[in-house]
């Protein structure tokens, strides 16, 4: 299999190909084609290998039915005190708690 990275002379003919088709059919403006360079060598990246991309990912976050990402709400325990109690101490937890029964048993406490 060949490399798609590797530019080879046919690869680089076909560029100068695409260009220059590119430039005729834009009704060949004077900065030439080579000007259309980079998009011929995109579009000829995207012919030569179109599955590329095509691989599904699984998400490293858990997805709600509409496929977004859910985060767990102690993640925001570490951030520190986020400026509504004036305690100096920093022993009000002022973010959302993981679960309603945490949620349940520190309001209790207070």
Same mark, same amino acid.
């Given at each position: 299999?060949?490399?798609?990275?590797?530019?080879?002379?046919?690869?680089?003919?076909?560029?100068?190909?695409?260009?220059?088709?590119?430039?005729?059919? @834009?009704?060949?403006?004077?900065?030439?084609?080579? /000007?259309?360079? &980079?998009?011929?060598?995109?579009?000829? =990246?995207?012919?030569? !290998?179109?599955?590329?991309?095509?691989?599904?990912?699984?998400?490293?976050?858990?997805? @709600?039915?509409?496929?977004?990402?859910?985060?767990? /709400?102690?993640? &925001?325990?570490?951030?520190?005190?986020? =400026?509504?109690?004036? !305690?100096?101490?920093?022993?009000?937890?002022?973010?959302?708690?993981?679960?309603?029964?945490?949620?349940?048993?520190?309001?209790?406490?207070?």
């Amino acid at each position: 299999m060949d490399n798609p990275l590797q530019t080879t002379p046919e690869t680089q003919a076909r560029i100068a190909a695409k260009a220059k088709e590119m430039w005729e059919a @834009d009704g060949r403006p004077g900065c030439g084609p080579d /000007a259309y360079k &980079e998009a011929a060598s995109e579009l000829i =990246g995207m012919e030569s !290998n179109p599955d590329a991309g095509q691989i599904p990912v699984d998400s490293p976050v858990p997805l @709600d039915e509409n496929g977004q990402p859910v985060e767990e /709400a102690f993640l &925001e325990e570490n951030l520190g005190n986020s =400026g509504g109690s004036m !305690n100096e101490l920093d022993d009000r937890q002022e973010v959302p708690f993981a679960t309603r029964q945490e949620e349940e048993d520190a309001l209790k406490n207070q």
